[in-house]
């Protein structure tokens, strides 16, 4: 991996998304976390002005939804950010928010861990692998064999957490246990993430698509 920026460094920026400073980490960018804010207008304005001015990127975690107090969309307006699109058709990490300020993008993500997790993969992770100068941009992905049904119901494409298995055939996929937004167990035991058409059912047997989050090559040996 190229080396990055020194300011891209040091100037990665976060309001209180713990379970996303190892992958900022991970990705190049050690963060510059911003902490927690309250569900007040005015200081969550402040907070992001402060690291709109201070970031590169600016990485925001809950506060996007359609909630009374989901305020960080309306507060990054008035910190000067255009924001470019809100929702994207997926499971989990519907409520996505991206803008940018000066050049500088801006990433409002969702609150719930496996959600915010799930959207730093496919969202935050490749521009910062890009703008810190890397080589490798997308993490890798591999076909596997569902070695159980894996099911996406309704309109949403899905990124369902997965653990991988090699044997003389390749790898297999089987679902970490319970696929809910909340349920940080399941991003936490997943080697990958299945891609899911919508309303696709995946039986056992057959190819599923996998986005590969860590390495596998001492269980390929």
Known sequence: MARQPRSLRRRAARPAAAPLTPRSIDAGLPPL????????????????????????????????????LDLVRDALERSGAELHLWKVSMRPGKPITFGTRAGRPVFGLPG??????????????????????????????????????????????GYLRVTLTSDL??????????????????????????????????????????IVLRSLEARSR
């Open 169 to 210: 055939d390749g790898y297999g996929a089987r679902l970490t246990g319970d696929q809910g937004s909340a349920i940080l167990r399941s991003m936490v035991l997943a080697d990958g993430l299945a891609v899911v058409a919508p309303d696709t059912t995946i039986a056992a047997g057959q190819p599923v698509d996998v």
């Open 33 to 68: 976390t911003l902490g927690v804010v309250p569900a007040e207008i005015d200081a969550i304005t402040q907070r992001l002005h402060w690291g709109l001015t201070a970031a590169d990127v600016l990485v925001t975690s809950a506060g996007v939804s359609v909630g009374e």
């Open 112 to 157: 719930n861990p496996v959600s915010a997790m799930v959207t730093f993969e496919l969202f935050v992770r490749p521009t910062l692998r890009r703008m810190a100068g890397a080589h490798a941009i997308d993490r890798p992905r591999l076909r596997a064999r569902a070695l159980e049904t894996i099911e996406n119901p309704g309109s949403r494409r």
